[in-house]
Each structure stands twice: as structure tokens, then as C-alpha cells.
């Protein structure tokens, strides 16, 4: 027995989790199709790995937060210590470096993991949730960045957003560290100023300004406020840089592709310390949903943490609830129908062995069909199907069996149709 005693277990899932009943299960599949569609439309191959790695593995790489605050981690008997996977960009680089000599370049790999995360649950954050990754290695080139932001893009529009109903907000860590030199933010302090600029959006202007002043000083505070205020005209005030030209090169190459929602936006750093070039932050411009959406970026130096040979690496991760907030904030997401194609309702006194025969003939036919073998009234069998979602109804006695003959039922519109069982076919594969 589960209970102890007369004391029942809480049917309550562990906080932060989600169960997925079929109709919830129904619509991640759905969001996971159109994802998975999108990435092998590019050329992507799709791989997977552990939730469980080397806590190692993201000590020296992750943002600190993660690590600090929010990993899920234990020792294992063995006395090794170990974490629930908190991203996936760590694991594909290992995988990658892994087997770096033999892996045909360019590197298109992609993969929907579920993550962990022990932070504070609330809208769009949850501390179990699966993620979309998608991911190039080996191409320095700024085609790179142009082609993953626009599969990020395409998903989106696929799932039926317009371009005005998201923004693709970007920018260059290998830009950033220029103007940092250039101000005289040098040493330890440029990661410290990186955290602290990735948290901006969460603090108040007063409060962000205090911390800066704190950590750079009075003098080099005002000038990097300043700049943040230049929008596109700063990349033209430092365009003789190589990084300048390379985000430069992505934007008019995005927009030359039609990606016309792309803008440039100096405050986005993305919280982790391996990002090394263009970064960036999809947001919804939905008034009831105004946050990033998913983002990404350029990591050009992780898999020399594994291997002695370097390869250049570019990728985004979309999560499922982010993603799904955005499809409910634009109501994109479409009425979820059954797999199943047909319910057959047993009539009083029909022979169920024959009855399945039928549905096995059906079955070869590639029609989804479930029996009811409740035994209730038919009443109560046709009541069922209110909440089943099943497009198509039959009922089957013995005088169906004996003529081979059936009346099949559209349960939305209620239109009948009498045949055999390859009109039965006919029918649902006309209205699938």
C-alpha cells in the first residue's frame, strides 16, 4: 500500500512540475512537432543525451546563478558528484568534442531535453521544463548566426506568428568587451559587468546605476549608460571593428532575407559566461506577455574545454513554456483533435470478438480505433464522447456484424454515412 496507515498520499505533483495529461501531452506534442518539423527542414539532425552529468560540467562554464542557486545536485554511492542537466549547450559540446575527429563539418545537431532549474516558480519559469536546442559547430562565419536566427524565426512564423507579434533583439559579447575596452572596463570586472547588465531588466534604473557605480566607478558608469542609449548609430561610431562588422553583416543580411523584426539592442548579454560573439533575445510585443520569449548565441571557445582542437559553435534554446505562453498570449494554438480516429459503442448483445475483428481491419487500414467495453448503456457510451475529442462514432450490434454494414457518425457536425468498412475508410480519411 502507498498510504501509511489511514493517511493518503497528496496527489499533488512536486512543486515547480508538471503533470501532462493527455490533453496537456496533446499539446506539447504539438509544439514539439512543429519544432522538430522546422529543424529537420534545415537540415538538422536530432540527438539525445542523460538528464544526469558531472557537476564539473558546469562549474567553470554556466552562469554562477545556475551553479549557486539553482542546480539540482547530489552524491551518488560512488561519492561522485553529480547534477540534473540545468541547459543542454554544456552536453552537445561535450558530445561534439567527444567525437570531434570523426563528425563531418558543418555540425547541425538539435534536440528537445527536458532541464532543471530549483528556481522560484511563476509565469514562463518553472523548475522542470523541455527545451527546443538547436546547434552549429564548425562555422565561424557570420551565414552562421544568419541561418539560426532565422530557423528561430521560421518556428514562429510556422506556428503562425506575424513578424510584429515578436521582436529579435541582438548583439555581440566580442562588441561588447571592444566598448568595454575602449571605456577602460578591463580584468575580472567585465564578467561581473556582463551579470549585472543581463539583470538589468529585473532591477530599477536607480539600483542598476548604483551597482555599476559600485563596481566600475562614477566616471566609467555615465559613459556606458550613454551608450546604451545610441541604438543602431553605435555600431557606426565603432564600425572599424571586426566584431562591429560581424553583427553588422547579420543584421543587413537578416533583413535582406526578410527577417525584419531583428534590431539591435546593446543591454542583451544572455547569462552565460561562455557566450563569445552575437547574442540574442526573442521577445513578444503582446502587452500581456511583454518578456523574452527564448534566446541564444555564439560560443566559440566551450569545446576547448574538452578537447585541445577548438571548433566555433552558434545556438538558441526555446522552452515549452515560454513558447506556449506566446501561443495562448496570439491564440495560435489550434483545437487539439484525438488520435484516435473512430469509437466504436458496443450494442447490447453484440459479439465483442467479432467486433474487434472489425477494429483490427480497420487497424491495418491505418485507422486509430478504440472499443468501448465498458458494458454501460449505449446512452452513456455516446455520452463519453463529449469529452473525448474523437471525431468519428459507430455502433456496433449484432445485426452490423451480420450485414457488414455500419453507420458512421461525424461527432461535430453529425452527419451519417452507411457502408462497409471501406467506406468507414473513405470517410475519415476525407475529413483527417
Known amino acids: 500500500m502507498l498510504g501509511i496507515g489511514n493517511k493518503k498520499i497528496s496527489t499533488e505533483s512536486y512543486k515547480g512540475v508538471r503533470d501532462f495529461f493527455p490533453e496537456d501531452q496533446a499539446i506539447q506534442n504539438y509544439i514539439f512537432g512543429m519544432m522538430r518539423k ?13 538528464v544526469l552529468e558531472p557537476l564539473s560540467l558546469y562549474k567553470s562554464k554556466t552562469s554562477e546563478e545556475i551553479v549557486n542557486e539553482q542546480i539540482y545536485s547530489f552524491n551518488d554511492r560512488g561519492g561522485r558528484e553529480v547534477a ?22 558543418p555540425i547541425r545537431w538539435f534536440s528537445i531535453p527536458n532541464l532543471f532549474r530549483y528556481e522560484k516558480p511563476q509565469r514562463g519559469r518553472l523548475r522542470e521544463h ?3 536546442n538547436v546547434d552549429m559547430f564548425g562555422v565561424s562565419d557570420f551565414w552562421a548566426e544568419v541561418e539560426v536566427i532565422s530557423i528561430a524565426s521560421d518556428i514562429l512564423r510556422k506556428f503562425g506568428a506575424d513578424d510584429k507579434d515578436f521582436k529579435i533583439k541582438i548583439n555581440s559579447r566580442a562588441f561588447l568587451d571592444d566598448l568595454f575596452k575602449n571605456i577602460g572596463i578591463d580584468g575580472d570586472k567585465v564578467q561581473f559587468v556582463y551579470r549585472l547588465i543581463d539583470k538589468k531588466n529585473k532591477m530599477s534604473d ?15 558608469t555615465e559613459e556606458l549608460l550613454k551608450t546604451f542609449y545610441f541604438g543602431e548609430g553605435l555600431l557606426t561610431t565603432m564600425n572599424q571593428s571586426v566584431a562591429t562588422k560581424h553583427l553588422n553583416q547579420t543584421i543587413e543580411t537578416l533583413r535582406d532575407r526578410g527577417v525584419s523584426n531583428v534590431v539591435f539592442d546593446p543591454t542583451i548579454t544572455r547569462g552565460f559566461d561562455y557566450y563569445t560573439g552575437v547574442v540574442f533575445e526573442v521577445f513578444d510585443t503582446n502587452p500581456e506577455n511583454p518578456r523574452a520569449i527564448f534566446g541564444g548565441g555564439r560560443y566559440d571557445n566551450l569545446l576547448s574545454s574538452f578537447s585541445n582542437q577548438s571548433m566555433s559553435g552558434i545556438g538558441f534554446g526555446m522552452g515549452d513554456v515560454t513558447t506556449k505562453d506566446f501561443l495562448e498570449t496570439h491564440k495560435l494554438l489550434p483545437k487539439i483533435k484525438s488520435r484516435t480516429d473512430l469509437y466504436i459503442c458496443v450494442a447490447p448483445g453484440a459479439d465483442v470478438a467479432k467486433i474487434y475483428q472489425i477494429a483490427d481491419e480497420l487497424k491495418d487500414k491505418e485507422i486509430n480505433v478504440t472499443v468501448d467495453i465498458s458494458g454501460r448503456k449505449l446512452s452513456d457510451q455516446l455520452k463519453s464522447l463529449d469529452k473525448r475529442r474523437i471525431p468519428f462514432v459507430t455502433t456496433i450490434g449484432s445485426e452490423e456484424l451480420e450485414k457488414k454494414v455500419f453507420v458512421i457518425r461525424n461527432v461535430e457536425t453529425r452527419k451519417e454515412k452507411s457502408g462497409g468498412i471501406d467506406e468507414i475508410v473513405s470517410v475519415i480519411r476525407d475529413n483527417s
Open 84 to 105: 540534473l542537466r540545468p541547459e543542454m549547450t554544456p552536453t552537445v559540446a561535450r558530445m561534439i568534442a567527444s567525437k570531434i575527429q570523426e563528425l563531418p563539418v
Open 38 to 50: 522546422v529543424a529537420i527542414s534545415w537540415g538538422y539532425d536530432e540527438y539525445g543525451a542523460s
Open 206 to 220: 536607480e539600483s542598476f546605476r548604483h551597482s555599476l557605480v559600485t563596481l566600475i566607478g562614477e566616471e566609467k
Open 130 to 132: 523541455w527545451q527546443l
